[in-house]
């Protein structure tokens, strides 16, 4: 069979069932990471999860109630128990002293807990039309149809103009709810709308993902999305991305072996974006934060050095060996060290020694400077005795920023000495 | 005292069962700059809450402007406390400042280049201009306060009240704080500021208010700042209110009917 032969395969009806399967869970992720972004500004996390466990009893009553199994009235059904529980979580907020956690994990119990046990009783009814209820529990996204694809993109499409006409609202909700109600904007009318848009999310979504992975679905794009980006609207767009793009992979993965689950393999992709992108995330990510770090030692080791050859050629020493330079430094980092300092013109090597040129002194000048100036700051702020200031210094000097250096100068009124009776060198 | 410009009207706010606040009843001057004084959990921040309409009390009723706060709440600027925020929202400078015309866009309208000027304006004023695209996450307690600042500047209010805006700020910040009270009163403007330092509270404030839970005094401030009143407002451990309050708690007795 030829390559496009094979792509092709993959468009034929056979796979009918795996397209709609994936675009449809690729949409209710993509609906649920975008409302969920708020859910994680407002630091509500949790709330996900309370949300989720407790559209059970609403969907068990209305099977109760109706005696079909229609996606109507259980999405009725749930959006109410749903959206009851986040009142009762705020009610007892108002009314009590228990700590919010203690309020989540009571109101996802009780819900979850009646939910249980209606569907147990409906399991032993003996009705015949109850068969596939406890689907609800961890989905079942392989029997998705295409009338689902559509609800999935409905909501899709409801979250994502909701969000994008109210963004200012839900973003200053999210940041400042005080400062919100004092400019007079509407903030409970705000606060229940958003609810609902994330309620009504999630009783579509467990029909397809289920309770228990539904709360992953509206936290971790988010989660993940903050980690590249400080701003709201770019969060949205990541967080829609990674969910999008997670629910589709997923299912791919799913279906490419025997008993691969699809709920748990979007969320086991969804946290794999989570972990790249506490990595790999500017600014805040592991990675970027190592480079910082890396580029201070390079800093401190360059400085620290061009101080040593100063200092030993102001000694009187003619031409100073390496082996007087190296410091705390092991053998390669010391090599990299020279070569820098070589590079950027600070020092020049003859034979087995190192001379240092005139922008060198300068810029040894300007660090032992900031050594002494900070001494003198510490000798008379701290009230710090003079053998308690140089391992202090030996720190900040390489953090002092041209301007941090002018302040303390007009601040210590441009002094001559430091504490050590040392000049220093302007 | 000519027209009031907020009156307090036997103001009440239980928490539970806790008054916060008890029959606070006074009024506050026009063009003044007026200090509210007392110690922690002495309803401070209550009171200002209030009168801004950001919780709603238990009974009685505050007017600004002798109107109702709907009708003024343009004129108003409310600067919350800086330490209620949480400071690591993805936002940078000029987007909390731009909140501050938001009363006059609404939730919808997009903001004008007028817009952009007078925030540009609000953070020369605060001399944080050069910050603007900065990180909220990465400023110091100084520079958010005075991001807070700029925000209500930007409302081009006529009445200002500030939640604590002394408070873990850095000497720099704060003579700028004080120097733009000076100069916002020189140009007519009230200001309402809770504070907790009585060594400052003289030279900073024209008048006070000062509480404990229930007003211990409202006048000026070489009239109120006398031993007896602040011996009154800070001293004793556990003050008349304070055993009263903890027996409604404990006991679930109430002292008000919604």
Not at chain 1, 5 to 34: H, L, M, R
Not at chain 1, 199 to 228: C, D, E, K, Y
Not at chain 2, 93 to 121: A, P
Request: hydrophobic share 45%; proline share 3%.
């Amino acid at each position: 069979m030829s390559f496009w032969q094979n792509i092709s395969t993959y468009f034929s009806s056979e796979y009918y069932t795996f397209w709609v399967v994936s675009i449809g869970a690729g949409i209710i992720c993509f609906a649920a990471g975008i409302v969920g972004t708020f859910s994680y500004l407002r630091k509500r996390a949790l709330i996900g999860d309370v949300v989720s466990h407790a559209v059970l009893p609403g969907v068990a009553i209305s099977f109760m109630l109706t005696g079909v199994k229609d996606p109507l009235y259980f999405l009725i059904g749930a959006t109410t128990s749903g959206i009851l529980s986040i009142w009762l979580v705020d009610f007892i907020q108002s009314k009590s002293k228990l700590k919010p956690d203690t309020i989540l994990a009571l109101t996802l119990s009780v819900f979850f807990g009646i939910g249980i046990v209606l569907l147990t009783k409906i399991q032993h009814s003996g009705d015949a039309a109850q068969s596939g209820l406890d689907s609800f529990l961890f989905g079942k996204a392989a029997s998705m149809t295409m009338h689902d694809v559509i609800t999935f993109s409905i909501i899709a499409l409801i979250n994502t103009i909701c969000i994008v006409v109210f963004l200012r609202a839900f973003s200053i909700i999210s940041f400042d709810e005080e400062y919100a109600k004092s400019i007079g904007f509407n903030v409970k009318v705000i606060k229940s709308f958003l609810a609902l848009l994330t309620v009504i999310t999630v009783a579509i979504g467990i029909q397809s993902v289920g309770i228990v992975l539904m709360a992953a679905l509206l936290i971790t794009p988010a989660s993940g999305a903050r980690f590249l980006t400080n701003s709201v609207k770019k969060m949205l767009v990541y967080a829609g991305i990674f969910a999008l793009f997670s629910g589709f992979t997923g299912v791919i993965i799913s279906s490419s072996g025997e008993a691969m689950p699809t709920g748990p393999w979007i969320v086991v992709v969804l946290s794999t974006f989570t972990i790249l992108a506490i990595f790999f995330g500017k600014e805040k990510g592991v990675i970027a934060r190592m480079r910082i770090r890396k580029s201070n030692n390079i800093k401190i080791n360059n400085e620290n050095t061009l101080k040593t050859i100063y200092k030993l050629s102001k000694e009187g020493n003619e031409s100073i060996s390496r082996d007087q330079l190296i410091n705390n430094q092991s053998i390669t980092q010391f090599k990299a060290t020279l070569k820098r300092l070589e590079k950027n013109q600070i020092l020049s090597r003859v034979k087995e020694s190192v001379i240092l040129t005139e922008k060198g002194k300068l810029a040894a000048r300007e660090v032992i400077r900031k050594h002494r100036l900070w001494e003198i700051y510490l000798s008379k702020y701290f009230n710090l005795d003079a053998d308690h200031l140089h391992d202090d210094a030996e720190g900040i000097e390489h953090i002092i920023t041209p301007e941090i250096e002018k302040h303390l100068i007009t601040l210590l009124d441009r002094p001559e000495k430091d504490p050590h009776q040392s000049e220093i060198p302007y | 005292m000519k027209t009031p410009i907020i009156e307090a009207h036997n103001l009440t706010v239980l928490y539970g069962r806790k008054p916060a606040i008890w029959n606070v009843d006074f009024k506050l001057p026009e063009g003044q700059v007026i200090g509210i004084m007392g110690p922690n959990g002495s309803g401070k921040s209550t009171l200002l809450k209030a009168i801004m309409g950001v919780i709603n009390p238990t009974t009685g009723y505050t007017k600004l402007y002798d109107q109702e706060l709907e009708k003024v709440r343009h004129k108003v600027s409310y600067v919350p406390q800086r330490q209620e925020i949480d400071w690591d929202f993805p936002a940078s400078v000029w987007d909390v400042v731009s909140m501050g015309r938001f009363h006059i866009r609404g939730l919808f309208k997009r903001l004008t280049s007028e817009d952009n000027d007078i925030i540009k304006e609000s953070l020369e004023k605060v001399n944080m201009l050069g910050f603007a695209k900065r990180q909220i996450s990465q400023l110091s307690g100084g520079q958010q306060q005075r991001v807070f600042l700029a925000r209500a500047l930007a409302q081009q209010g006529e009445l200002f009240l500030m939640d604590e805006p002394f408070a873990g700020v850095d000497v720099a910040t704060e003579e700028l704080i004080v120097d733009l009270l000076k100069d916002m009163k020189s140009k007519g403007k009230t200001l309402v500021i809770v504070h907790h330092d009585l060594h400052t509270a003289q030279s900073y404030f024209d008048h006070l208010v000062l509480m404990n839970t229930r007003l211990v005094a409202c006048g000026k401030t070489s009239d109120v700042f006398t031993d007896q009143i602040l011996t009154d407002t800070y001293g004793g451990k556990l003050t008349t209110i304070a055993k009263i309050s903890q027996e409604l708690e404990n006991k679930e007795f109430p002292i008000r009917h919604r």
